[in-house]
T-cell receptor
């Protein structure tokens, strides 16, 4: 199956700093990538939809100035958590759909555990 | 709008026993249905999916799920579980028209006991 690589897998940062998370589709092109957030023992909540070459679409309640998304190429989307605070600590997961035709399946990255201290 | 309900947040079961993880959905349009599995501190892996055709779909590791349109359900079953099946299982639905966004259920933690 298609591979989505997410980096880093774990990151610890100080409160007030910014953290960038990368999501790459390794063997396919993805015009659309999705960013999810998962709190402990809870389901995935869609944060935003990242579209290559255009602005991301954010879900209601998600601060676009705090969670900056850039989708500069067909294989890379980045999520930057700006001025991170402890309440931003969470598990962030990206997914991507294959532009080439397998549009019914989304492939997920391995996730990033963010801890803000 | 669509929603997914997983009634059981935790399901403990002994090894080699059968298991059923329940999933119900609501949608005003046709949908695709998925089951994903998540191991600790990892992303999601697709277990199986229903798009069309046969209502019974199977995975390579012995799981199966049956789409029941009248009951709007997509329950996941396995006749005999292994310790390695211990994980979080998520049921998800997407609009069959755009097939883009996934809506997830709250997840079911399956714990297989020796």
């Amino acid at each position: 199956g298609a591979v989505v690589s997410q980096h880093p897998s774990r990151v610890i940062c100080k409160s007030g700093t910014s953290v960038k998370i990368e999501c790459r589709s390794l063997d396919f092109q993805a015009t659309t990538m999705f960013w999810y957030r998962q709190f402990p023992k809870q389901s995935l909540m869609l944060m935003a939809t990242s579209n290559e070459g255009s602005k991301a679409t954010y879900e209601q309640g998600v601060e676009k100035d705090k969670f900056l998304i850039n989708h500069a190429s067909l294989t890379l989307s980045t999520l930057t958590v700006t001025s991170a605070h402890p309440e931003d600590s969470s598990f962030y997961i990206c997914s991507a759909r294959d532009r080439g035709g397998r549009t019914t399946e989304a492939f997920f990255g391995q996730g990033t555990r963010l801890t803000v201290v | 709008a669509q929603s997914v309900t997983q009634l059981d947040s935790q399901v403990p079961v002994f090894e080699e026993a059968p298991v059923e993880l329940r999933c119900n959905y609501s949608s005003s349009v046709s949908v695709y249905l998925f089951w994903y599995v998540q191991y600790p501190n990892q992303g999601l892996q697709l277990l199986l999916k229903y798009l069309s055709g046969s209502t019974l779909v199977e995975s390579i590791n012995g799981f199966e799920a049956e789409f029941n349109k009248s009951q709007t359900s997509f329950h996941l079953r396995k006749p005999s579980v292994h310790i390695s099946d211990t994980a979080e299982y998520f049921c998800a639905v997407s609009h069959s028209g755009s097939a883009r966004q996934l809506t997830f259920g709250s997840g079911t933690q399956l714990t297989v006991l020796p």
